[in-house]
């Protein structure tokens, strides 16, 4: 069964210091990884898209890695404004590429 | 560029009735999905519209459930008759991309209260 497993299920940063979240996924074949952020009352917002292992995107203080089971959201020096859940998301293989399994998500709170 | 726009933003009805959830994709956009986030849980995919063909309604619930997408432009979400788990939020994405596997745009969701 595909499966998309997030930790730490929250994770509380003092402004500047640096962590990573992971994203662990269970998929029979991956059709790519999306990571979205999602503040309170609203929709999640698209952060990246990685498709193959070893694959890395940057916006920001945040960089994006995928290897063949998980995928890592690194987040260097935070800010206050960083704080949201950042969910984690994988096309199901048995339906159509826009059918998305996502992860519980990170909730994650930076304090100046 | 307008987002995707979803109405209403609340909805509180009793069990039993009926209840109709608007979703207007990025203009363009071909693909049209549904998700729902119930408390606690993760956001599962309820269906998937590439204009108005059901391309993917594998996460339908139940026939209690019917979403359209008449025209190939707005999508409406109907649940008839709603029950207490149907409780939670509800999103509405918009991709550009034939496949879907691109990115999706969300909405802000409409938050519907079962009592």
């Known amino acids: 069964e595909d499966q998309v497993t997030q930790s730490p299920e929250a994770l509380r940063l003092q402004e500047g210091e640096s962590s990573s979240l992971n994203c662990s996924y269970t998929?029979?074949?991956?059709?790519?990884l999306f990571w979205y952020r999602q503040d309170p009352g609203k929709g999640p917002e698209f952060l990246f898209t990685l498709y193959s292992a070893g694959e890395e995107k940057e916006k920001e203080r945040l960089k994006a890695t995928l290897t063949k089971k998980e995928s890592f959201l690194h987040i260097t020096a935070p800010k206050p404004e960083d704080s949201a859940t950042y969910l984690c998301?994988?096309?199901?293989?048995?339906?159509?590429?826009?059918?998305?399994?996502f992860g519980k998500g990170t909730k994650l709170s930076v304090k100046p | 560029e307008a987002g995707v726009t979803q109405f209403p933003s609340h909805s509180v009805i009793e069990k039993g009735q009926t209840v109709t959830l608007r979703c207007d994709p990025i203009s363009g956009h071909d693909n049209l999905y549904w998700y729902r986030r119930v408390m606690g849980k993760e956001i599962k995919f309820l269906l998937h519209?590439?204009?108005?063909?059901?391309?993917?309604e594998s996460g339908m619930p139940n026939n209690r459930f019917l979403a359209e997408r008449t025209g190939g432009t707005y999508s409406t979400l109907k649940v008839q008759p709603a029950e207490l788990e149907d409780s939670g939020v509800y999103f509405c994405?918009?991709?550009?991309?034939?496949?879907?596997?691109?990115?999706?745009?969300f909405g802000p969701g409409t938050r519907l209260t079962v009592t």
């Open positions: 994405a918009s991709s550009q991309d034939r496949q879907g596997a691109r990115e999706q745009y």
């Open positions: 998301a994988v096309p199901s293989y048995g339906g159509s590429q826009g059918n998305l399994i």
């Open positions: 519209f590439v204009k108005e063909s059901k391309q993917d």
């Open positions: 998929v029979s074949g991956l059709r790519g």
